[in-house]
């Protein structure tokens, strides 16, 4: 009995770890919205009914603050106060609606094949699980039952941190599965390794050929292929510029950025390039676990930009690998925008 307690704390402990990380970012995402003085987007998402602009971000992601960093805490609480348990039920509850109206929104859009997705499940139902799961527990006449000892206090802990780290992973998987493509003005093509005889890896062939039937179906203008030299001596957005034109496009519908050493550089001088071209639209090209942490680095750079996952012709072999490495990526540029340089829009 005493093991299926413990057991129980570290799964219901998961709960308020998912609430907390979502607490995290919205905080993050109401800063960027101050400094920016533009909408932020919550970084793990539950739309905005407030509209589009600087306060009503600022507000809609404090909210999310405050309710989800309440319900974190008070089912951490061993007895929370009456009133206030009930105030953030009702809270979350508001919430639990919004989310269930994204859902929503997601299969009406993918009924009328206006995105397509590999893992047709949003995340929005992720969340409304786990708000539906607080307010559970948080309407019990104790929060998590557990025993004030050591153990029973690191499996708490263990718990949360892997609440935080599935809710990121399920944004990872399920935002980079789901393809956004529509009309745009470019296609962005992030790199990925050259080999030392020129020879393209599979992972950016993959990125490659989808945009080039973007761009054969008239759905792009422009190609943009950002890269940087790596240790072969060989600059992958060169080895891409070459390999598009193999493919048959045009010299003069390719935009290089040769200096893209991360995917925070790709961002900054795609801005640049779609200045100086008057482009205003974009499609992103990367692997799905990729496009999320793509996603909230060119809504920083004020870039238009839609993401579409590049047709894998088969699995990566470190494709478990890149997954992790993308949620650890996602979640550190998510806490840490508001700190980097603001860009004007």
Request: hydrophobic residues 50%; glycine residues 6%; positive net charge.
């Amino acid at each position: 009995m005493k093991l299926r307690r413990l057991m129980s704390v570290c799964g219901r402990s998961c709960l308020p770890g998912a609430s907390l990380i979502v607490a995290l970012t919205s905080f993050a995402s109401a800063l960027s919205a101050l400094r920016w003085q533009r909408a932020a987007e919550p970084c793990v998402w539950i739309s905005n009914p407030l509209g589009n602009g600087e306060w009503a971000s600022v507000v809609w992601n404090s909210l999310l603050v405050v309710l989800l960093g309440f319900a974190a805490a008070g089912v951490l609480m061993r007895e929370p106060p009456t009133r206030w348990r009930r105030a953030v039920c009702c809270g979350l509850i508001v919430l639990a609606l919004r989310s269930a109206f994204d859902a929503f929104v997601f299969f009406r859009v993918m009924s009328r094949r206006e995105i397509v997705s590999s893992l047709p499940v949003p995340l929005s139902l992720g969340v409304l699980a786990v708000l539906l799961a607080d307010v559970w527990l948080l309407c019990r006449t104790t929060a998590i039952d557990r025993e004030r000892n050591w153990l029973a206090n690191l499996l708490t802990i263990v718990g949360m941190g892997f609440g935080q780290v599935l809710m990121i992973a399920l944004h990872v998987l399920t935002f980079g599965s789901t393809d956004y493509r529509r009309d745009a003005d470019v296609a962005i093509v992030l790199g990925a390794k050259v080999f030392s005889d020129g020879s393209l890896s599979l992972a950016l062939s993959d990125r490659l050929d989808t945009a080039a039937e973007f761009f054969r179906e008239g759905r792009v203008r422009f190609v943009l292929v950002s890269g940087a030299t790596g240790v072969e001596g060989i600059n992958e957005a060169t080895a891409m510029r070459g390999y598009l034109i193999e493919a048959g496009l045009p010299a003069d519908r390719l935009l290089v950025d040769p200096d893209g050493v991360n995917t925070l550089a790709t961002a900054r001088n795609a801005r640049r390039l779609m200045a100086e071209h008057r482009l205003t639209s974009a499609l992103v090209v990367s692997h799905y676990f990729h496009l999320a942490r793509c996603k909230l680095l060119f809504e920083e750079q004020g870039i238009a930009a839609v993401t579409v996952p590049a047709r894998m012709s088969r699995r990566l072999l470190l494709e478990p690998y890149y997954f992790a490495r993308e949620c650890v990526g996602y979640l550190w540029y998510a806490l840490t925008r508001p700190l980097r340089p603001v860009v004007r829009t």
